[in-house]
């Protein structure tokens, strides 16, 4: 059983791009699949997405014109087959528990929908807050209350 379904965006990024698949493939969580949706990229990202699906069954690659990050997300809902649903964005990454620490907590609480918040770091390594990674957005602008999960 798939319990996670990992969209992973892809639109030029080969730079970042291996960090965020080994991100993912190494996961504790063992029950997942990951559905890259290649939106058209020009530089080397396609070949490093079928490198990396030589290696992992789990990886599934969708091919597409460019059409955004949107569209690209949309595109990966329609091909899972997990219980929940993980976005995570080509030019980042993910702890190596973190689909396990997600899905347990979701589970345990009955979740639909879990959002949580990132750190900010830069091509140097320097961490920064920044209200868009660490969802007070949705409070402030929405007055949503929002539990925030430290991995």
């Known amino acids: ?8 965006p ?8 291996e960090r965020c698949l080994d991100s993912v493939i190494n ?3 063992k029950e997942i699949e990951i559905i890259c949706i290649n939106d058209g990229s020009s530089d080397n ?26 569209a690209s997300r949309n595109k990966g809902i329609k091909y899972a087959n997990g219980e929940y649903i993980f976005f995570v964005d080509a030019d ?8 396990e620490i ?15 918040g990132a750190k900010n770091i830069d091509d140097d ?3 920064y807050d920044d209200n868009y990674y660490n969802l007070s957005c949705f409070e402030n ?11």
């Open 1 to 8: 059983m798939i319990k996670i379904s990992v969209v992973i």
């Open 10 to 17: 892809v639109y030029n990024v080969e730079e970042y791009l």
């Open 27 to 29: 996961q504790t969580l």
């Open 45 to 70: 990202s396609k070949t490093i997405l079928e490198n990396y699906a030589k290696k992992d069954n789990r990886i599934k690659i969708i091919n597409q014109k460019n059409l955004g990050l949107s």
């Open 92 to 99: 980042d990454w993910i702890e190596l528990n973190t689909c």
């Open 102 to 116: 997600t899905y347990n907590f979701a589970k345990e609480k009955n979740l639909d929908l879990l959002l949580f």
């Open 125 to 127: 390594g320097i961490t």
């Open 141 to 151: 602008e929405y007055g949503v209350k929002y539990l925030t999960i430290i991995l």
